[in-house]
């Protein structure tokens, strides 16, 4: 009788493992998610001709990667559940941001009778002669940012029906992102101006020629950046502990500033993502 009660509940603790393992305990997943990244950067070039130009770009794209997490739930009574889960992003994703600045100088030369006793030398109208030029400086930023992988620690609270669950989730991301900037270098040259003087042959200087080198900078830097994330999950157990999870999640990883350099003023980038992912997920 006794070796028949032990057999018994032996053999009833057995069959209320896939139960518990079904109504909490800890669970796996492993699957792949589709991440929208959008990235804003803001800062200024640094010029000659246009000693400061403002720019504030923004881009988005997209990219698919593996995905995996790992967490415990805990039912509190009824269908109710909480629980904790640990996720992974992995993958990297490559954007550009694109910045321009341009400026002109404009100088007019006037090549007229002499006169010594008027104002910059010249009779007056009519000139001999009047040429005007045009001097350009533009400068072309182009900013690579790739973001990832990417970490997160949450809270979930949700509800379970028979095989189906739903929740809420809230918590802590961290994503690396590492931005690199090329500018060419820029060369403007804007000659001297001279008038004819009266006496010898000769000229008189007026202006001293300007010139302008912009250096080429190549620069790059990483960071990692903290924010938060919400979203909601489903689970659909399919067999035994095995099932499919759905997630939805939008991270705002917050803002960075990277420091300013000899021709580019500091940037800020803000990055945010909304991620969609399915994923085969495992309890024990």
Same mark, same amino acid.
């Given at each position: 009788m006794p070796h028949r009660a032990l057999s018994f509940l032996f053999g009833a603790s057995i069959a209320s493992c896939p139960a518990q393992a079904q109504d909490g305990g800890f669970f796996a997943t492993i699957g792949a998610?589709?991440?929208?990244?959008?990235?804003?950067?803001?800062? !200024?070039?640094?010029? %000659?001709?246009?000693?400061? =130009?403002?720019?504030?770009? +923004? /881009?988005?794209?997209?990219?698919?990667?593996?995905?995996?997490?790992?967490?415990?739930?805990?039912?509190?009574?009824?269908?109710?559940?909480?629980?904790?889960?640990?996720?992974?992003?992995?993958?990297?994703?490559?954007?550009?941001?694109?910045?321009?600045?341009?400026?002109?100088?404009?100088?007019?030369?006037?090549?007229?009778?002499?006169?010594?006793?008027?104002?910059?030398?010249? !009779?007056?109208?009519? %000139?001999?002669?009047?040429? =005007?030029?045009?001097?350009? +400086? /533009?400068?072309?930023?182009?900013?690579?940012?790739?973001t990832g992988p990417s970490v997160a620690l949450m809270a979930r609270a949700g509800l379970r029906f028979g095989p189906t669950r739903i929740w809420g989730f809230g918590g802590v991301v961290r994503q690396r992102l590492h931005a690199a900037h090329d500018l060419p270098a820029v060369n403007t040259a804007i000659p001297p101006v001279y008038r004819y003087a009266l006496g010898p042959p000769g000229v008189q200087i007026l202006e001293l020629a300007q010139r302008t080198t912009l250096p080429a900078e190549q620069v790059s830097e990483t960071r990692r950046m903290t924010g938060s994330i919400v979203g909601v999950g489903l689970e659909q157990r399919i067999t035994g502990r095995y099932s499919l999870v759905a997630r939805y999640g939008y991270a705002d990883y917050g803002e960075t500033t990277f420091q300013s350099t000899a021709r580019l003023a500091p940037v800020r980038i803000k990055s945010r993502s909304h991620t969609f992912s399915m994923a085969l997920g495992a309890r024990f």
């Amino acid at each position: 009788m006794p070796h028949r009660a032990l057999s018994f509940l032996f053999g009833a603790s057995i069959a209320s493992c896939p139960a518990q393992a079904q109504d909490g305990g800890f669970f796996a997943t492993i699957g792949a998610e589709n991440r929208t990244q959008k990235l804003a950067a803001s800062g !200024a070039l640094l010029g %000659s001709l246009a000693p400061v =130009t403002p720019f504030d770009e +923004e /881009t988005k794209g997209d990219r698919i990667d593996g995905t995996a997490s790992l967490g415990y739930d805990l039912p509190i009574g009824g269908s109710l559940f909480l629980g904790i889960e640990a996720s992974l992003g992995l993958g990297n994703l490559d954007q550009r941001l694109d910045a321009r600045a341009s400026a002109t100088a404009t100088q007019t030369v006037y090549i007229c009778y002499p006169d010594p006793f008027a104002v910059g030398g010249c !009779a007056g109208p009519p %000139s001999i002669s009047e040429t =005007t030029t045009v001097f350009d +400086e /533009t400068q072309h930023l182009a900013l690579n940012v790739r973001t990832g992988p990417s970490v997160a620690l949450m809270a979930r609270a949700g509800l379970r029906f028979g095989p189906t669950r739903i929740w809420g989730f809230g918590g802590v991301v961290r994503q690396r992102l590492h931005a690199a900037h090329d500018l060419p270098a820029v060369n403007t040259a804007i000659p001297p101006v001279y008038r004819y003087a009266l006496g010898p042959p000769g000229v008189q200087i007026l202006e001293l020629a300007q010139r302008t080198t912009l250096p080429a900078e190549q620069v790059s830097e990483t960071r990692r950046m903290t924010g938060s994330i919400v979203g909601v999950g489903l689970e659909q157990r399919i067999t035994g502990r095995y099932s499919l999870v759905a997630r939805y999640g939008y991270a705002d990883y917050g803002e960075t500033t990277f420091q300013s350099t000899a021709r580019l003023a500091p940037v800020r980038i803000k990055s945010r993502s909304h991620t969609f992912s399915m994923a085969l997920g495992a309890r024990f």
